[in-house]
């Protein structure tokens, strides 16, 4: 079945901390992988997608992710958060020619000064 | 450029009812998804549409429906509203049925009571 896993609920970081998101998918065919992003009562921010060539993907607000199939996992990375990163991150996973994307459940990312 | 518009932004139905949910994609994009959102949860896939005609449809009820109409716009439908079917409604555009380049709007906010 496919499907994405976000193991971790909610996360707490201080100001200035590392960041890293996991996220595992389980997918018959060759996946694209996206992260977005959500703050409170609004819509999804694309941070950054992969679907083929270099397994290291750097996206917008400083945010990176790493391919790494023989775990198929596609982990979220951010080397110093900041306050205004507080927020929902979700997984998706979705492949050539699909009709759909499919979501992971969301980590809620708490960030304190 | 205008990004996804959706609208309304808010409304409230009691049980029974039916509800029209109304997108406007970017200028240019002829695919528009929609997904379903329960707090606490990722986004579900409901329908694609590209070019006018359904290309893909989730697991839900016949009381949902949609359409898309030849400006690109599109509606999505749901009759007979039950309490589950409180949720954030998000309307994702891409130029073509490929998904790596959808965008999302801010999404509708329906509570059902």
């Known amino acids: 079945a496919q499907s994405v896993t976000q193991p971790d609920i909610h996360i707490t970081v201080s100001e200035g901390a590392s960041l890293e998101l996991r996220c595992n998918y389980s997918y018959g065919a060759t996946p694209y992988l996206f992260w977005y992003v959500q703050s409170p009562g609004q819509g999804l921010q694309l941070l950054l997608k992969?679907?083929?060539?270099?397994?290291l993907v750097q996206g917008i607000k400083g945010f990176e992710a790493e391919f790494k199939r023989s775990q198929s996992s596609f982990n979220l990375r951010k080397p110093s958060v900041h306050w205004s990163d507080a927020a929902e991150y979700f997984c998706?996973?979705?492949?050539?020619?699909?009709?759909?994307?499919?979501f992971g459940t969301g980590t809620r990312l708490q960030v304190f000064p | 450029d205008a990004g996804v518009t959706q609208s309304p932004t808010h409304l409230i139905k009691t049980r029974g009812q039916h509800v029209t949910l109304r997108c406007s994609p970017i200028s240019g994009h002829k695919s528009v998804s929609w997904y379903q959102q329960v707090l606490g949860q990722g986004p579900q896939f409901i329908f694609q549409y590209y070019e006018k005609e359904e290309r893909g449809r989730g697991n839900f009820p016949d009381r949902f429906s949609a359409r898309q109409f030849p400006n690109y716009s599109s509606e999505l439908n749901v009759n007979a509203l039950l309490l589950g079917d409180s949720a954030l409604y998000l309307c994702a555009s891409s130029p073509d049925y490929d998904l790596t380049e959808a965008f999302f709007g801010q999404g509708t906010r329906l509570t059902v009571v």
């Open positions: 992969y679907f083929s060539g270099d397994t």
């Open positions: 998706a996973v979705g492949t050539y020619n699909t009709d759909k994307l499919i």
